[in-house]
Nanobody, 115 residues
Framework: QVQLVESGGGLVQPGGSLRLSCAASGSIFSINPMGWYRQAPGKQRELVAVITGAGNTNYADSVKGRFAISRDNAKNTVYLQMNSLEPEDTAVYYC?????????WGKGTLVTVSS
């Protein structure tokens, strides 16, 4: 079993920054890929960023150059640093972990970008 708990969401003005955290517990190891997804109202869940156990990263085109994903394997935690936030970034952000072909999800944290 894998448990994922997100934190760090909130209300921020356009152009501002937030850092999301995802604490993993259970049978998750540093080799497992982890990532962030988001779902805006009325839209499908979409990939934001992923990071492999080796530290390789991939980003959605819409966030490249603004967001950065990282992981601290000693703490079993994945981070998403979000800069230059735009109203279009408003969504519930979900942490994801992959293990043995199974996808695990956190409950999500709401990010609202508004003036």
């Amino acid at each position: 079993q894998v448990q994922l708990v997100e934190s760090g969401g909130g209300l921020v003005q356009p152009g501002g920054s937030l850092r999301l955290s995802c604490a993993a517990s259970g049978s998750i190891f540093s080799i497992n890929p982890m990532g962030w997804y988001r779902q805006a109202p009325g839209k499908q869940r979409e990939l934001v960023a992923v990071i492999t156990g080796a530290g390789n990263t991939n980003y959605a085109d819409s966030v490249k150059g603004r967001f950065a994903i990282s992981r601290d394997n000693a703490k079993n935690t994945v981070y998403l640093q979000m800069n230059s936030l735009e109203p279009e970034d408003t969504a519930v952000y979900y942490c994801n972990a992959q293990r043995h072909g199974i996808s695990y999800w956190g409950k999500g944290t709401l990010v609202t970008v508004s003036s």
